[in-house]
């Protein structure tokens, strides 16, 4: 073992959007993905601590992108290229992700439909039930 250096990038998208997304597609109620949303992000930071990592925020991703990358492509010592922000046009093998992977466009765009969608009790539930996630 030994071959690789691995440095892991967390990436963390706000809870709201999270589960109501995963609720709008019948994977549980809001209140049971809100748990496991902070179950979910506490384990991650529990795996990583100890670890060199970085932390991304989903939503600073998609507003600064550029940036974003530069940050992390110096962090892990390598060059930034222009080039690596024109995925969409290139041949890729996703694991997973939502539609926007299928599309032609390369620019992230965050999905606020949960502001929307949700009640404003809701909101608030989510925001304490996810709290220790937030921390």
């Avoid at 998208?13 to 999270?18: E, L, T």
């Avoid at 991703?61 to 990358?69: G, I, K, N, Q």
């Avoid at 999905?111 to 039930?129: E, M, N, P």
């Amino acid at each position: 073992c030994g071959a690789f250096e691995v440095r892991p990038i967390h990436l963390i998208r706000r809870p709201h959007g999270v589960v109501f997304s995963y609720a709008r597609k019948g994977r549980g109620s809001w209140l049971r993905q809100s748990m496991l949303y902070t179950r979910r992000v506490t384990e991650t930071r529990d795996v990583l601590r100890g670890h060199d990592h970085r932390v991304v925020r989903y939503e600073d991703l998609a507003a600064a992108t550029e940036e974003t990358v530069r940050a992390l492509t110096t962090w892990i010592g390598l060059p930034f290229e222009p080039g690596q922000l024109e995925w969409a046009g290139r041949e890729r093998h996703n694991c997973g992700g939502n539609r926007m992977r299928f599309g032609g466009d390369s620019k992230i765009r965050v999905d606020y439909a949960w502001k929307t969608g949700l009640r404003s009790w809701q909101k608030v539930a989510i925001s304490l039930l996810t709290l220790p996630a937030r921390a």
